[in-house]
């Protein structure tokens, strides 16, 4: 362990967050433990999993969740049963996939007090048009409103109000992560900040682009008002693929291997080249 207070930022990107596992492994094998876990997303599934188990066991647990068969079911209904779907709702997908999922590696009854180390998730609520933090309380249902992917699953519902992905309003949460009194702060992100954007071509890149235009301001904004005393390290991803952008990429569960294997070799380069590793049990 160090002696400054480690967090571990997991930030939204569908299901490019599987580069997130790579990256954890190259944590836990530098010696690196999360003293906090914040999560946004899909990163608050993968934070989830990681705060019930902060150690390198955990990145075996992601591996054999991200390359399931039950994780291909939350995105896997047929194109006609999705536009049957949303010819009469406002989502694609059932949110019940996910949900199966989660309570099987979670647990059901699980509460944030139950985990080892804290963890905190964002959420965006509809009715207050705000950011929320969830950090006590039941464990699924919060996972589920952090990765209520707005046209893809329904709003959450919690105590009389609607939530949708955190990763509107905040997807790579590293203020929280400060707040929390975090001085060592490893952000774990799915590569879209890594790249130059450009001029949308396309109807469906205006959507995307608007959006990375602000999730990057609002992640540079926070990146530049860091205190003094914090050190933030942005994890590398080992770079993308072309279908990334594509508006399907989010039901491509085909390249998990090589996403999460290129973010662990470019992880453990980065760490080894700029972060002195930590003294523990975790060291290989």
């Known amino acids: 362990m160090v002696n400054s207070p480690v967090a571990f930022v997991l930030g939204g990107?569908?299901?490019?967050?599987?580069?997130?596992?790579?990256?954890?492994?190259a944590l836990f094998r530098a010696g690196f433990r999360p003293d906090v876990v914040v999560g946004t997303s899909i990163g608050a599934v993968n934070g989830a999993l990681v705060a019930t188990d902060p150690s390198e066991a955990v990145t075996q647990r992601l591996v054999r969740l991200w390359t399931s068969p039950e994780a291909a079911t939350v995105y896997g209904d047929s194109i006609g049963r999705q536009l049957r779907r949303f010819a009469a709702r406002t989502h694609l997908h059932s949110p019940l996939p996910l949900r199966r999922l989660l309570e099987a590696e979670l647990g059901e009854q699980t509460t944030f007090a139950d985990l080892k180390v804290p963890f905190h998730c964002c959420a965006a609520s509809i009715e207050r048009a705000a950011e929320h933090w969830f950090d006590s309380g039941p464990l699924v249902d919060a996972v589920l409103a952090s990765s209520a992917v707005p046209g893809l699953l329904p709003p959450m519902q919690i105590s009389g109000e609607h939530y949708v992905d955190g990763g509107i309003v905040n997807s790579i949460p590293i203020g929280e992560a400060v707040r929390l009194?975090?001085?060592?702060?490893?952000?774990?992100?799915?590569?879209?900040?890594?790249?130059?954007?450009?001029?949308?071509?396309?109807?469906?890149?205006?959507?995307?682009?608007?959006?990375?235009?602000?999730?990057?301001?609002?992640?540079?904004?926070?990146?530049?008002?860091?205190?003094?005393?914090?050190?933030?390290?942005?994890?590398?991803?080992?770079?993308?693929?072309?279908?990334?952008?594509?508006?399907?990429?989010y039901r491509d569960m085909a390249a998990v291997g090589r996403r999460i294997s290129r973010a662990y070799t470019a992880s453990r380069r980065y760490l080894a080249a700029n972060v002195p590793p930590q003294p523990g049990p975790d060291v290989l």
């Open 13 to 25: 990107g569908g299901v490019l967050g599987a580069v997130e596992v790579g990256m954890l492994r």
């Open 181 to 249: 009194g975090a001085k060592l702060v490893f952000v774990l992100q799915v590569g879209r900040v890594e790249r130059t954007l450009s001029v949308p071509r396309r109807p469906w890149e205006v959507a995307q682009v608007a959006f990375e235009i602000a999730r990057r301001h609002r992640f540079a904004r926070e990146l530049a008002s860091l205190p003094d005393d914090v050190r933030v390290h942005v994890l590398p991803t080992g770079g993308g693929e072309s279908r990334d952008d594509s508006p399907w990429a």
